[in-house]
T-cell receptor, first 111, second 116 residues
Framework: ETGVTQTPRHLVMGMTNKKSLKCEQH?????MYWYKQSAKKPLELMFVYNFKEQTENNSVPSRFSPECPNSSHLFLHLHTLQPEDSALYLC??????????FGPGTRLTVL | AQSVTQPDIHITVSEGASLELRCNYS??????LFWYVQSPGQGLQLLLK??????LVQGIKGFEAEFKRSQSSFNLRKPSVHWSDAAEYFC??????????????FGQGTTLQVKP
């Protein structure tokens, strides 16, 4: 399935910038996820939303702020990031208790 | 503790050769098991999944995996590898039934290189 989209695909930002990542799914799923994928590290689950409510925050720094206005959209607001936050940020959705389907990711570079 | 181990970080096989990628898991309840593939710069694509029933599951692109409860393993296999199979492969485990929180635990991944 290719029903999860992410924009932008690439983002370069300075440490003082504010930017947002967007994820959209048209699969009718009620759960959405943000993951961080850094080089040579396992996927790190950041946030989980079920029916627009945050059910998991995996000790993510407050410079990452998620928003889920409805079950189809998920945002990740970024501010005052550090160079070590450079990574591929992946969004996924699922029917809640089943398989997760991933978007293509946003490649973030923090200068 | 819940975990997934993929013992091989990097594997190189010749095109046309058979492939087996190993996955071992530690999970305190009945597991759901998944294999995903990721091409460079892309997201993860589901190859196959095991929930229950037949322990040999078929997936896309000619892949299959076998669940062995006694060995806590879910190894991925393909009889004849194609150059387009070069990618990174991730094994993941989640909880079945009442243990299901919707969260998956991923292994560190195995990078597959295919020699012509």
């Amino acid at each position: 399935e290719t029903g999860v989209t992410q924009t932008p695909r690439h983002l370069v930002m300075g440490m003082t910038n504010k930017k947002s990542l967007k994820c959209e799914q048209h699969l009718g799923h009620n759960a959405m996820y943000w993951y961080k994928q850094s080089a040579k590290k396992p996927l790190e689950l950041m946030f989980v939303y079920n029916f627009k409510e945050q059910t998991e925050n995996n000790s993510v720094p407050s410079r990452f702020s998620p928003e889920c206005p409805n079950s189809s959209h998920l945002f990740l607001h970024l501010h005052t990031l550090q160079p070590e936050d450079s990574a591929l940020y992946l969004c996924a959705s699922s029917p809640g208790t089943d398989t997760q389907y991933f978007g293509p990711g946003t490649r973030l570079t923090v200068l | 503790a819940q975990s997934v181990t993929q013992p091989d970080i990097h594997i190189t096989v010749s095109e046309g050769a058979s492939l087996e990628l190993r996955c071992n898991y530690s999970y305190g309840a009945t597991p759901y098991l998944f294999w995903y593939v990721q091409s460079p710069g892309q997201g993860l694509q589901l190859l196959l999944k095991y929930f229950s029933g037949d322990t040999l599951v078929q997936g896309i692109k000619g892949f299959e995996a076998e669940f062995k409860r006694s060995q806590s393993s879910f190894n991925l296999r393909k009889p004849s590898v194609h150059w387009s199979d070069a990618a990174e492969y991730f094994c993941a485990v989640g909880g079945a039934g009442s243990s299901n929180t919707g969260k998956l635990i991923f292994g560190q991944g195995t990078t597959l290189q295919v020699k012509p």
